[in-house]
């Protein structure tokens, strides 16, 4: 019994283990045969990849931003013979500039940075060429023609190279911010970071080329074996709207300004108010996109589009387009409690100047930065409606600008904001937007109430085939009727507001002038200010829009003084460039 037992027992054991094992014969010849022959496959090749040419980057009236120049790519084919054993130490101190990132360029590292260097790149080296599993050992990237001359002077067997490029930007830090620069993945293959080079990574990248080899059990290629190369497809390239003589005069105005007034940054944004191309554009400090490496990587980021601030009175003209359109005001309508400062809450509000007027009208409020006179429009335009006209003015989304890293403030959600808060934005505090935020803003006064995404390209070229960029329009913020009232208003303001002695004689120029405290510590000081001009020209058919702000200028906190001085001999330049001539008085 007990041994009948037993033989059942070792019956079904081997049954069982029989159904298991025809379940993962099954599995393994069936269920997974595609997959594994895929692992096969890849067992049994080696792939390399060849760089395609990256397109380039040129303005409207074709200079090159970004161009390449030659580069090479170079690689062992471990073949029959032996590497030889001392080979590491050979390459090192050729390569080392691309195997290594250093700070300082090459030519200013001292004998001792330069060995250590050296080293570094000798232990990655013998570890590439000690791996048995790799048929083609890269070596290095981005090689310069002097570079290749000396590994060819080595006389190493299995040496190839492959013709790549660099980038090069014949402008150094002219449109660094606008541009981007090209990196490295986690895969140390070429991406575009930050401003165009990012944003249009897939057109300027193309497609690499691929060759496969197959191996046998050694690893060792087989000379009979298969043998695959695809092409690689160049990318595309760009032509942008910038001007390169705009741009040019506005780098030489920034840079003057910011030497002039102490201030510790800039920007000069200047854009079509109809189609949003952006004309010129411009930050400081800036640094060299093709040495990023030794620069702070803050300095990557393009203030005009990631970087927040208080608008201060810029804004008004948004508010006050606001409430003409709602019909909340008139141009006549007088001001009732424009005698004095005015207490809201526990707070109290002054004018930017300490200087009252009784009955003034609205358009006297806007002419004359009053901020009291804003929170008594404010508070004829509603809480309701202001944020309303917030949205739709687009200060709580991105402006779509086709460049990588554009960002948007944090607003305070709708069902927190208060009634102080809307007498504090009423004038530009207490919030914050981006410049191009605002400068999407007044080219819808500009062009008759239309807002417009800006961009930067005009065209994606390749394949035979040109692309435009057309023009988008988000939705119509302002009727016309009101955007030609606001733009009377600015043009009022820019000749006879506080920065009317710096005002262009002989033209129609509509702008505003903007001064906010800067935020520190939770309290705004005394004498740091951020200072701001916005506007556009000719006011009745406008040829550009642009915004200036100046971070904090040392020789004086008022943006007549310095923003607006500086917005206006561009604006000089401008309308000299487009062969505007002054009218006859």
């Known amino acids: ?41 890849t067992q049994q090749q080696t792939t390399i990849e060849l760089p395609a040419k990256r397109g380039e980057i040129f303005t409207a009236d074709n200079s090159i931003l970004v161009a390449n120049q030659p580069a090479y790519f170079s690689y062992l084919a471990r073949k029959d013979q032996p590497l030889p054993t001392d080979l590491a130490a050979k390459l090192a101190p050729i390569i080392f500039n691309q195997l290594t990132v250093s700070a300082t360029p090459s030519a200013q590292l001292t004998a001792k940075e330069k060995t250590q260097l050296i080293k570094e790149t000798q232990a990655i080296l013998e570890t590439r060429l000690n791996d048995q599993r790799l048929i083609w050992i890269p070596l290095a990237r981005k090689l310069t023609q002097p570079e290749r001359w000396q590994l060819e002077a080595l006389n ?23 541009l981007g ?33 197959e191996k046998d059990a050694f690893n060792q290629p087989i000379l009979s074996g298969q043998f695959q190369k695809q092409d690689q497809r160049d990318g595309r390239q760009l032509q942008l709207a910038l001007d390169k003589s705009l741009q040019f005069l506005v780098d030489k105005r920034l840079d003057a300004a910011l030497e002039k007034y102490g201030a ?43 970087n927040a601030f208080e608008p201060g009175s810029v804004f008004k003209i948004f508010v006050m387009a606001a409430a003409l359109e709602e019909k909340a ?72 600008i086709d460049l990588q890293d554009e960002s948007v403030p944090e607003a305070k959600p709708d069902k927190q904001w208060t009634y102080v808060d809307l007498a504090t934005a009423s004038f530009g505090q207490g919030f914050v937007v ?27 070229i390749g394949d035979g085939k040109e692309r435009g960029i057309s023009t988008k329009i988000k939705q119509t913020v302002i009727s016309p009727e009101t955007a030609k009232i606001v733009t009377g208003m600015m043009v009022t303001a820019a000749k006879s507001g506080e920065a009317k002695w710096t005002s262009v004689k002989g033209y129609q120029i509509a702008g505003k002038t903007g001064t906010a405290q800067v935020a520190v510590g939770g309290k705004y000081a005394e004498k740091k200010t951020n ?49 505007i001539v002054p009218e006859q008085n």
């Not at 930007?169 to 911010?177: D, I, K």
Request: hydrophobic content about 40%.
């Open 156 to 178: 190493i067997d299995n040496l190839f190279f492959e013709e790549e490029q660099v980038r090069l930007y014949p402008e150094a830090s002219m449109s660094s911010h606008l």
């Open 531 to 579: 200072a701001s001009f916005i506007g556009f020209a000719l006011a009745d058919k406008p040829k550009f829009a642009m915004l200036v702000t100046l971070k904090e200028p040392q020789t004086s906190q008022w943006a007549s003084e310095t923003a607006a001085p500086l917005w206006f001999s561009i604006a000089q330049d401008l309308l000299n460039h487009f062969n």
């Open 329 to 400: 005001v008139k141009p006549e309508t007088i001001c009732d409690i424009c005698a004095g400062p005015i207490k809201i809450d526990k707070y109290m509000i002054n004018t930017w100047d300490n200087q009252y007027r009784p009955n003034s009208t609205v358009t006297d409020i806007l002419v004359n930065s009053d901020n009291v006179g804003m929170v008594f429009i404010g508070q004829k335009l509603g809480l309701d409606k202001f944020l309303d006209y917030f949205h739709r003015f687009g200060f709580t989304e991105k402006t779509g």
């Open 181 to 213: 620069f090209v990196g490295s993945n986690e895969q140390g293959k070429d991406i575009g970071l930050y401003g165009l080079e990012g944003y249009y990574q897939t057109e300027l990248a193309g497609r690499p080329g691929i060759i496969k080899q």
């Open 264 to 306: 510790k940054a800039g920007s000069v944004t200047v854009m079509d108010p109809y189609s949003g191309a952006i004309l010129a554009m411009a930050s400081r400090p800036g640094y060299d996109p093709g040495e990023f490496t030794r620069y702070d990587p803050q300095l990557y980021l393009n203030p005009v589009i990631a």
């Open 1 to 41: 019994m007990n041994s009948n037992r037993r033989l059942n027992l070792i019956t079904i054991f081997f049954g069982i283990l029989g159904i298991i094992l025809i379940g993962r014969l099954f599995y393994w010849q069936v269920l997974a045969g595609d997959q594994l022959a895929v692992l096969a496959q």
């Open 434 to 460: 981006t410049g191009m935020q605002l400068l999407q803003a007044v080219a819808a006064i500009a062009n008759g109430g239309q807002l417009v995404t800006p961009r930067v390209v005009n065209k994606v």
